[in-house]
């Protein structure tokens, strides 16, 4: 009898053991699957927020680029003052006349040199002038020596007018009125106007100073009785003529 109660006894602690080590396991396999899962999440907002982190960085470049673009694309786009047309006088006629002044203007409307005042025969007047345009990077850029175009005023003239017998605005071989403002002409500027047509025909010679082209323009308008005209340069471009809506000064 007693020998039955002690395998009993054996048989339920092997039981209990059993259950107990059936415990231990399933908790272990438990705890392994859960510190698995947990590595694994880990592992993967790690991967995530390295991945924001790269967004966050691509998208402050992004910003950058566009702010940069953005500031070239207004650069290229800028006006500059250059001149000013104002009508004084215009008699009808069979072959009409008119009367206008010519100066030369920094940006901010300060006259440049002497006022100039012509007569051509009819109404359309041509401001023929030569223009050095440079090339766009160096604008984008805002390079301190070349980042707009420059002109050097030649002539005016009518419609009835050969050019050649317009009248003369700037002496031929002088320099652009900007560097009688205190504005230095470097050697390389002085190099290209002084050989403007050198550098007009010789892709080659103009790329090496980032010049992008080189050549005259004259662009014309119809002046009208009691109007003011702007001559504007724009940094990346030619030429253009405004008209104001501010009153001309009294004529002279």
């Given at each position: 009898m007693s020998n039955t109660v002690s395998n009993v006894?054996?048989?339920?602690?092997?039981?209990?053991?059993?259950?107990?080590l059936g415990l231990l396991g399933t908790g272990g396999f438990v705890a392994y699957r859960a510190f698995d899962e947990r590595s694994a999440l880990e592992r993967e907002l790690s991967e995530k927020s390295a991945e924001l982190a790269k967004l966050a960085a691509d998208n402050a470049e992004l910003t950058k680029e566009n702010a940069r673009l953005d500031l070239a694309l207004r650069l290229l786009?800028?006006?500059h003052r250059v001149a000013q047309v104002e009508v004084l006088d215009q008699q009808d006629g069979e072959r009409p006349t008119t009367r206008f002044r010519f100066v030369e203007?920094?940006?901010d409307g300060t006259p440049i040199g002497e006022e100039k005042v012509f007569t051509i025969e009819g109404d359309r007047l041509y401001v023929d002038a030569l223009v050095i345009k440079y090339d766009d990077k160096l604008i984008e850029s805002n390079d301190p020596l070349r980042s707009t175009s420059v002109c050097l005023f030649e002539r005016v003239f009518?419609?009835?007018?050969?050019?050649?017998?317009?009248?003369?605005?700037?002496?031929?071989?002088?320099?652009?009125?900007?560097?009688s403002q205190g504005k230095e002409m470097?050697?390389?500027?002085?190099?290209?106007?002084?050989?403007?047509?050198?550098?007009?025909?010789?892709?080659?010679?103009?790329?090496?100073?980032?010049?992008?082209?080189?050549?005259g323009e004259a662009p014309s308008i119809r002046l009208q009785p009691g109007k003011r005209y702007r001559v504007e340069l724009r940094a990346?471009?030619?030429?253009?003529?405004?008209?104001?809506?501010?009153?001309?000064?009294d004529a002279a």
């Open positions: 006894a054996l048989i339920l602690r092997s039981l209990v053991s059993l259950v107990i786009k800028v006006d203007m920094t940006e009518g419609e009835f007018q050969e050019p050649s017998k317009g009248f003369p605005l700037d002496a031929q071989d002088s320099r652009p009125a900007v560097y470097t050697p390389e500027e002085r190099e290209i106007w002084d050989n403007f047509w050198e550098y007009a025909n010789s892709p080659a010679k103009a790329q090496a100073a980032g010049v992008r082209a080189a050549h990346s471009g030619g030429l253009s003529i405004v008209p104001e809506d501010v009153p001309p000064k």
